[in-house]
């Protein structure tokens, strides 16, 4: 194998501190750019919230001739789905004891936090009343819990939200403990919270919380989030023959999954870079991920058919409405041929290991990427357009989002990177077990503390 | 199965749960799928079904117990063959209080019957299980509800009260063969709400059915649904049911503008507040004071307080839910309740668009009680009935009658076409019309409008489009840096 070499280093404690004791200017120019990214939206967001929602290109669906519900809309399952998918990853990796992608583990758990953060922002962002988001939802709640899957969805996502930083706090334990002296002093206040009541026994028992939690995670990933309550948004309105289905859960789930392991590509691509972890985030790694990123699109692309197959060959009047505008829009075109050529590279390399090149993988990981996310949307805005109620066909309707819509993408991914390199700066990313025995690929030797 | 018990069932059309959607709180689906279990059992199923509908209204107060065995007396010896009849014989047995407590089918099977041929076991047996559970399901979900009305003020419920529990039920029926597309409702609802441009809570249909060249209209308000979809799913209960009458209505200071509603209305009749809205507070007539001040006030004072000021905004219970929404929030026909509530100069029983569509000499819109016969939809309806039927004046339908092959069978019903609006989607409108419904391959035709949206005008000079989405955008594109000019080209 080419990186023979780069895989012969032994990964070290000194190599999952590094990003926190050193800084480039690089690191300085990055958070520069992304600031001012993240600032211009806010900036966008607050015009929105003085003028209302009347600045994106949103409009009522009916004899309006707009959709209601739009790029927010789908920038939020999309978060979703990368956050929900990344847990998933990091519990299977968890459970199932595969060691060998033991380094991105706790990477896919900040990347559940940060991404959740994201969708969080976009429910804020999509309401018109903001304001009143705390004091109305919690007055009902009792009893809007038992209707609405809106309320569901705000349950569900505190609730992930709350799991997911319960198991990186826990898990993290271990390594500050172990890693302490190692760390800058000027963090110590910080890390003395983060060890209250810290004993060396306890790391037994946080071993088995964390397999329990990972076993919950995975128990519940059908019913929960991706698999469950954000498609169930969507396929519990019969009068949109676009959302209606049983179809939605599983769609959704396998596009959480394609979503997150094209995230953890990129980041394990650009860490791999920044913090010289060729021997962590090794060719192999990589290109495991890339196979698995390879599975996942398939099922996404193979859902995708049976839709399409159910809504056009002798269907109901409004689905086949639905599907043909589906296949006939450009911009679904462009996310499948996308998602083929993703899926042809991946597959040519799975043939023959020589095509693979870490490079092609984040090109064809930020391809899929691109491709859900425009899914995701146009499956948002396509519900709306052709509803049930054939009647509003006529009112010419339109939808593409403005500039304060399209800036909340760049907005919210610039906001996602921030939080994320951030949080770099605080606490090692990569597990100190996977650095301490890292015994799958090697003969277990130097085990350093 | 015993034809002469479901007949004997049948012959009570005026039975208050037997003409409403599903009895059942868990729902339709529920009762079909006990309904079916039933029909699995050897006893009769529509018999069963009954009994449980009954055994809800036991518990609700509304049938003493008395009545309940009285009723069921005779149908339970058909359907069970049972010679003696020492159950229902022995009904002062029935400990009445412990029935509070329990069961109705438990305490039930209290009743001494020991002696008789027919043991217990076998008794319930032969009730059918699913009977059994169906009642026990049913009490058992009436009393949570029972707790879930004791909600704070503020959070209202998503289903209209049951007939005996409400006033009224609010609704309509609107008579597509005379509408002539005049738009006057339009205008009559614009006046009544100041409704910014481009939010018709009262729409109009042009269309064509494929398969005639007749033009067709179809009069659409919000259709205040009695299984409200909208309701359901607001995540914060700003959208809700008002029970005593029916009326779907948002309260306008709690909802978050999430726009859900509008999402799983099949309808499309609901329409955002994007902007400021075109016509200001100031110029609504309203009871000058803070919504939680027009609630605190005692039902009665509130009453005069809302009335001297022919107040338009509040309803009487000081909700915020009528006329145009503010800011942020989302508003729909909302069956004018502040006339409803009797606090404005416009009599109660009326709304804005059907007084409109009067005044233009067309009375296609008939609003009123829908629980009372005498209301004017209700003998509307009935007395279209009765001409449909008349041979005379249906001969006068089909002109040349060599055309048919057959001339017309008289029918013993009425052939009168009534429908109601996406009806399988179980949303259970209020709005009933009477003419064609539109095919499946329908479609608007805007440009054989014989009246345009564009030409109307009204009180507050807000101006009329049909399609409210060009002018969101300008008025989008007013405030933010998109290209003018590219939308410029459609009407
Ligand atoms: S028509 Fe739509 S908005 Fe009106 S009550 Fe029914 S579902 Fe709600
Ligand atoms: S827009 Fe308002 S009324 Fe409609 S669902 Fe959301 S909060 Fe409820
Ligand atoms: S009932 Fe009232 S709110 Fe509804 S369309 Fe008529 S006038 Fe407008």
Redesign the pocket.
Known sequence: MATKDAEAKEPEPADIIRPILNTSMKWYAAIGILSAVALAWLAAFGFQLQEGLIVTNLADWGSGGGVTWGLYIGAFIWWVGIAHGGIILSAAVRLFGMTKYQPVARMAELLTLTALSMSGLYIVVH???PDRLVT?VVNAYPWTVQS?P?AWDVTVITLYFVMTATYIALTLRYDTYQLRDRLPDILDPLYRVVLIGYSEKEDEVIERMAWWLALGIIVMAPLLLHGGVIPWLFSLIPSMPGWDGAIQGPQFLSIALTSALAGLIVISYTTRIAYDWEHIFTDSVIRGLTNWLGIFSLMFVWLQLQQIINGLFAAHVRPEVVMTAKLSNTIYQMAMVTMFLALAYIFAQAVKPSVFSRHLSLVAALGVLVATLSEKILFVFEGLAYPEFGLYDQVPGHYSPSLVELSSVAGTVALCTLMYMVIMKLFPIIELHSVEDHDDDHDNEEVSA | MSADDAKDTNEEPTHPYETEDSFHPLGAEWEENMRSELEDTEFDADLGMEMARDAQRLVAGELSEEEFYAEYHEDMEDEFDVDERPVFDDIDDVDLDKAEDESMFEALTDVDIENEDVSRREMMKKMGAGAAFLGYGAYATYDSQKEQEEVPQQVSGIRPAEEDGREHRWGMVIDLERCDGCLSCVTGCINENGTSTGANWMYVFTYDNHDTEQQNFLVRPCQHCSNAP??K???????HVRSKDGLVL??YE???????????CPYGV?Y?QWGEPDVPMEELEHLDMRPEDVRSLDEDERHTKLSEANDHVYDDRGRWTDSRPPKG??GKCTMCPSRQDEHTDNEKGTVACMDACDEAGMSAIHFGDLDDEESRPNTYLERRKEIEESPKEKNKKFEDPEEYEQPPAPHPKSQLSTFRLLEDLNTQPNITYIGNEPGPHASETPEERPVHYEALSNDWGVNVVAERKEHLDYGARANDDNTPGEEEGEA
Do not use: E
Request: hydrophobic content about 40%; proline content about 3%; some cysteine.
């Open positions: 309401m018109g009343r109305s609405s809106l | 909208c309701a799913v607001c995540p914060v209960r700003a959208r948002t309260d709690i909802c978050i503008g999430c726009r859900y509603c509008q999402v799983a609901n955002f929030v989302m």
